[in-house]
């Protein structure tokens, strides 16, 4: 039987995001704001530009990045468990050459084997411990010499990452670093800023990403409508053949 959103099926296997799942305004304004200066962009492409490529996006959302792909790849595929939010990535991308959105999840990915050059995965899935079931998907679909691309923010990094850990004092920024490590993945910390149209805007974001003790914690720290963010950019290639000896 084909999987589907119904009790069990891909859209089950979701990670709660309670940031775009229930407010995908507010989360707009947030993709809008961040990565001001196209730092995450431009050290991707260095890694591996997908110009001619075809590229998968897993948990795309409701498709924000999708646009920026399709200028240059060969084809692009957003892969959402999230329903509404694929039904708002079709409306967003509606008729552009090349581009398709699929319902699915990380771990049972709705392609085929050996038939994308690039997944791409942004705040989505990919968190560490856990998610091996969606890396043994992406090298599944991967061709060899095709790249995974974990992007993720750095809860290391001030001052972002402080108020993340202050949320979340479980999580463990060094145990994730190990695990991606262990799993063969190559990181860099990317440096980036995100920056608002005015102050109302970076607090409506703050106040669906924190709670509402660290969000005014975070508005009292930084007085304008920038805020210095660091990611992680994980990739891994996937191997070009085996070695016959
Ligand atoms: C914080 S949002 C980021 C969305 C998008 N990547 C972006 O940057 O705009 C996380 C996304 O991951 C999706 N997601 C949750 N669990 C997933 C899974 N198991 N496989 C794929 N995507 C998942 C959510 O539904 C949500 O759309």
């Known amino acids: 039987m084909a999987a589907s959103a119904s009790p069990g099926g891909w859209s089950s296997q979701a990670t709660p995001s309670p940031n775009i799942w229930h407010w995908p305004k507010i989360y707009e304004v947030e993709n809008r704001a961040q990565d001001a200066t196209g730092a995450i962009w431009r050290a991707l492409r260095s890694r591996h530009d997908w ?9 795309c ?14 084809t692009v595929i957003g892969v959402e468990p999230h329903p509404p939010l694929a039904q708002r990535a079709r409306q967003r991308l509606g008729g552009t050459p090349g581009v398709d959105i699929r319902g699915g999840a990380a771990q049972q990915l709705p392609l085929a084997d050996r038939s994308a050059d690039l997944v791409h995965a942004r705040t989505a899935y990919f968190f560490g411990p856990g998610c ?78 924190f709670s509402a003790k660290v969000a005014q914690r975070a508005l009292a720290q930084l007085p304008g409508r920038t805020i210095p963010v660091g990611y992680r950019l994980r990739t891994r290639t996937k191997p070009a053949g085996v070695v016959v000896r």
Do not use: K, N
Not at 51 to 59: E, F, I, N, R, T
Not at 61 to 74: I, M, P, V, Y
């Open 51 to 59: 110009a001619g490529l075809d590229v998968v996006d897993v948990g």
């Open 61 to 74: 959302g409701d498709g924000f990045h999708l646009s920026l792909f399709a200028e240059t790849a060969r």
């Open 132 to 209: 091996e079931p969606g890396l043994a998907e992406a090298d599944r679909v991967l061709r060899p010499g095709g790249v995974l691309v974990v992007v993720d923010l750095d809860a290391a990094c001030s001052p972002y990452g402080d108020w993340m850990r202050l949320d979340a004092p479980q999580y463990d920024p060094g145990e994730v670093e190990a695990f991606f490590e262990q799993h063969g993945f190559d990181s860099i910390r990317v440096d980036t800023l995100w920056r608002f149209d005015d102050r109302a805007s970076m607090e409506s974001v703050l106040g669906i990403e």
